[in-house]
């Protein structure tokens, strides 16, 4: 059965990465999450963050991506099955509302991540602007 077979670990990268760049291209989320992962990069240079706080938000930006991406997969099985069985999408809403909740959770934590690592780098910033 060719739905068995082992596929060579550079096909298997490039289906990985086939599904990531479609991801990127047709989900609007996706994008928005990148945004907002290129600004806290780009806060964490200007600041001059530690280690520590990299390692935090490669973590957090990588379990976004990720959960994102899986969101997507659901979704796009929901839609197959709602399809193929001629079901309602109240029938796939549930499942779908789930992995969105997912998606949030992880999100309000990066939030939350963001703002403990970047307020006190803002907050001496501005003391040292006033102070001047």
Known sequence: MD??????????????????????????????ELGFAFWAI?????????????????????AILSAEILNSSIESLCNLVRDEENLGYKKTKLTRDIAAGAVMLLAIGSVVL???????????????????
Not at 4 to 31: P, V, Y
């Open 3 to 32: 739905t068995l077979r082992n596929h060579k670990l550079q096909e298997s990268i490039s289906f990985a990465l086939r599904g990531i760049w479609q991801a990127i291209k047709n989900e609007r989320n996706i994008k928005i």
């Open 42 to 62: 780009v806060a964490g240079f200007a600041f001059g963050i530690t280690k520590t706080e990299w390692l935090a938000i490669i973590i957090i930006v990588f």
């Open 114 to 132: 963001g703002l403990v690592i970047f307020l006190p780098y803002i907050f001496a910033a501005l003391s040292n602007v006033l102070v001047l």
